[in-house]
């Protein structure tokens, strides 16, 4: 028993806050970052009377998040009310949908879309712990400026199986999102958040296992992290013969820890019905004509079209296509024609040279153009300079930008092929090791790696490796 393999099962339900200049019900703008409550009428504010009116922006980005996934648009839904009381929640109940939501099934990645929905955001509670007691005890203040902000809940079939899937899952979700125009899918601001309900099972079986649900977490860290913390608990459980409880957890990213918020027992009852305020959402032909319309080339195309054009490997496609400044870098640079056009394969490998040298995301903030790096795979392609030459010039373009080639000249990191200037250099190096050299001459070529070696050293990595070797084996007739 104990030695059973378990595989994990996850699914997320992620909200984006969708970036319409107005309210999902109400004309007030959104609001971020100004005061408090100068973002609000009596239709957010929930007062007695008012009626809700649905943001036709809202449905329009909906509509073409619902393409980007592949979802089924319904030409008809409807909004629900969700009863529930909470200081953020004035109404007493928020607009959701129910059982006819805007979007049904699709696929992003290798994940299945379960449905995506539109609701409204609640407002933000502030709690001002010890420096806010009233009466004696901690109070909390409320800011209804986010109230009402439109919100696309997306939900996921369970078919992601680590941690790890999950985080680069979401980042395709988020890049796809950015893409679109329809979200600032910020984590750390809220504007993208993400619940992940997880349960494991024997590895190779096919049954689920009973869930959790880590609520909330703001950050690609936390939410791989909280899951793998997740994952490993259950894991305990089932090995020391316990059974997991279906329940809501949070996770603590500073001490790890694991805390119950309810459990299936004390589940809400949303006592779910018909918005009687608000008309059926129809879909018309035109509203579809328009969200097509407006649809970018995404990520998942994009790594395509880099595979089938340009000859990626999937893996190397991906990792440019997902991060859309990745492969907009990547783009540029490949659409400068200097004199010679750069393989694309070479010049995705001397981006990754990039990004581990810079300290932002995005290579377009760093002082090397796309032009640059271009023109330097173009110098390494047709061996104007070394690997390990061209290295040292990424560099210098690292820190204070520039041209590759007037960088190659100044510093005279021309590449020192076959021709009479590495000749001496080489002998240089046989003449200081002779034990090398007689190991050579008795067939053993182990060590010519010590005479490669003393050469690059000599030339400063300007050296072609294959004409060192080349010069070694004609001077020795090997
Ligand atoms: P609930 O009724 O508790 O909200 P749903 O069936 O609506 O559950 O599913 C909510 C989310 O949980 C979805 O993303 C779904 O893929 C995921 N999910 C459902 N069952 C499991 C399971 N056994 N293990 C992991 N994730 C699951
Ligand atoms: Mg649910
Ligand atoms: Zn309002």
Redesign the pocket.
């Known amino acids: 028993m104990s030695d059973v393999a378990y595989e994990a ?5 992620i909200h984006v806050q969708l970036s319409t200049r107005t309210k999902m019900f109400c004309g007030c703008e959104l609001g971020f970052g100004e005061p408090p409550n100068t973002r609000t009428c009596e239709v957010c504010l929930g007062l007695p009377g008012a009626l809700p009116v649905a943001n036709a922006e809202a449905i329009h980005f909906g509509l073409m998040i619902g393409l980007a996934l592949d979802c089924d648009l319904a030409p008809r839904s409807i909004f629900h009310r969700k009863n529930y009381f909470y200081p953020d929640l004035p109404k007493g109940y928020q607009i959701s949908q129910y059982d006819e939501p805007l979007c049904r099934g699709g696929k992003l990645g290798d994940v299945r879309i ?1 449905r995506v929905h539109l609701e409204e955001d609640a407002a933000k509670l502030i709690h001002l712990g010890t420096s806010g007691r009233l009466h004696g005890s901690e109070a909390s203040i409320v800011d209804f400026n986010r109230g009402g902000t439109p919100l696309a809940e997306i ?4 078919d992601l199986r680590s941690a790890e899937d999950a985080g680069e899952w979401l980042r395709l979700l988020r890049t796809t999102l950015r893409r679109l125009g329809v979200s600032d899918v910020n984590m750390e601001e809220g504007s993208l958040r993400c619940d992940a ?3 494991i099972r024997p590895a190779g079986t096919h049954e ?4 959790t ?1 880590l609520k909330n977490m703001n950050s690609f860290r936390f939410i791989e992290r909280g899951i793998r913390a997740e994952i490993a608990r259950q894991e305990a459980l089932l090995r020391a013969g316990e059974p997991v409880v279906q329940e809501t957890l949070h996770f603590d990213p500073r001490t790890e820890a694991i805390t119950s918020l309810r459990s299936k027992e004390e589940a809400h009852d949303y006592r779910y019905f018909p918005e009687p305020d608000l008309t059926p959402v129809g879909i018309t032909d035109a509203m579809l004509e328009r969200a097509r319309a407006a649809m970018p080339e995404l990520p998942a195309a994009r790594a395509e079209r880099f595979e089938r054009e340009l000859g990626l490997p999937a893996d190397g496609a991906r990792l440019l296509a997902w991060r859309t400044e990745l492969g907009d870098y990547f783009e540029a640079a490949l659409a400068d024609d200097g004199d010679d056009a750069p393989e694309p394969q070479a010049l995705a490998n001397w981006l990754n040279e990039l990004v581990a040298r810079i300290e932002t995301d995005d290579p377009a903030e760093s002082q090397v153009q796309p032009r640059a790096l271009a023109s330097l795979a173009a110098m390494v392609a047709g061996k104007r300079v070394t690997q390990n030459a061209a290295k040292q010039v990424l560099d210098r373009l690292v820190a204070e930008g520039g041209d590759p080639a007037a960088i190659v000249e100044a510093e005279g990191l021309g590449a020192i092929g076959a021709g009479d200037e590495l000749e001496p250099v080489v002998q240089q190096a046989l003449d200081a090791n002779p034990d090398v050299v007689a190991k050579l001459s008795a067939g053993d070529m182990k060590p010519i790696g010590v005479i490669v070696g003393h050469v690059m050293r000599e030339t400063r990595g300007r050296a072609d490796g294959g004409a060192v070797t080349r010069i070694v084996r004609q001077k020795l007739g090997l």
Do not use: F
């Open positions: 099962v996850i699914g997320l339900e379960h939900v996921t079939e369970p309900n997880i349960s689920l296992g009973t869930k649900e």
